[in-house]
């Protein structure tokens, strides 16, 4: 079943904050985020495999509430570069699926 | 160098054809797959394959079918396309069924744009 995305778009201007949400109805072993440019494929950004985890690179983090079932990415001190749709992925939890299904993208624009 | 390749990046054919488009990765994965992308961005999953096993999403037409001659190459084939085929179509690969490996994040190839007329 495919997680749900929000907001579906935001606009920043440079050196703003956004939390782009992502949750799910089912229980997750996994969520993974990507961002995608215009015209590109997806790059994965991060993994969150454990309840309570938080990981982050620069300035782009993320957290995993397995409890509630959510993930959160945090982009903080907004870059131009940061422009594009950011995807976020579920694995559900049970054997054999090996698939991520994917939620229906956050737009993030910044400006200068 | 390139991680996961896809051909052709462009691809534009009429209705009723049958086309394929090939992929192929150089990351040493056991697992690939394509995606579909329609025009509002949904990434949609149509197949994963690893050595072992072939899970295809219900919701595709049989008129599609991964073929996988060995395990870095994941080839789709598309039989009597039709207008509601357009897309961009992903392929990925991830070291998914290595679990000693926690950061199995998918590669995606650069797209295949099918475009039929």
């Known amino acids: 079943q495919q997680p749900v995305q929000s907001p579906q778009a935001v606009i920043l201007r440079e050196g703003e904050d956004a939390v782009i949400n992502c949750s799910s109805s089912k229980a997750l072993y996994s969520v993974h985020w990507y961002r995608q440019k215009h015209g590109e494929a997806p790059v994965f950004l991060m993994i969150?495999?454990?309840?309570?985890e938080q990981k982050g690179h620069e300035k782009i983090s993320a957290s995993f509430n397995e409890k509630k079932q959510q993930s959160s990415l945090y982009l903080t001190a907004s870059q131009l570069s940061y422009s594009g749709t950011y995807f976020c992925?579920?694995?559900?939890?049970?054997?054999?699926?090996?698939?991520?299904?994917f939620g229906k993208g956050t737009k993030l624009s910044v400006i200068p | 160098d390139t991680a996961v390749s896809q051909t052709p990046k462009y691809l534009v054919t009429q209705m009723g054809n049958d086309k394929s488009i090939k992929c192929e990765q150089n990351l040493g994965h056991d697992t690939m797959y394509w995606y579909k992308q329609d025009s509002k961005k949904f990434l949609k999953i149509m197949f994963s394959?690893?050595?072992?096993?072939?899970?295809i999403n219900e919701t595709v037409p049989n008129r599609f079918s991964p073929k996988s001659p060995d395990k870095a190459h994941l080839n789709l084939h598309i039989n009597s396309l039709e207008l509601g085929d357009s897309a961009v179509y992903f392929c990925?690969?991830?070291?998914?069924?290595?679990?000693?490996?926690?950061?199995?994040?998918?590669?995606f190839g650069s797209g295949t744009r099918l475009t039929v007329v």
């Open positions: 969150l495999l454990k309840g309570g």
């Open positions: 990925a690969s991830s070291p998914f069924l290595d679990r000693e490996v926690t950061d199995y994040g998918y590669t």
């Open positions: 992925g579920t694995e559900g939890v049970g054997a054999g699926s090996y698939q991520l299904t």
């Open positions: 394959y690893n050595n072992k096993e072939l899970i």
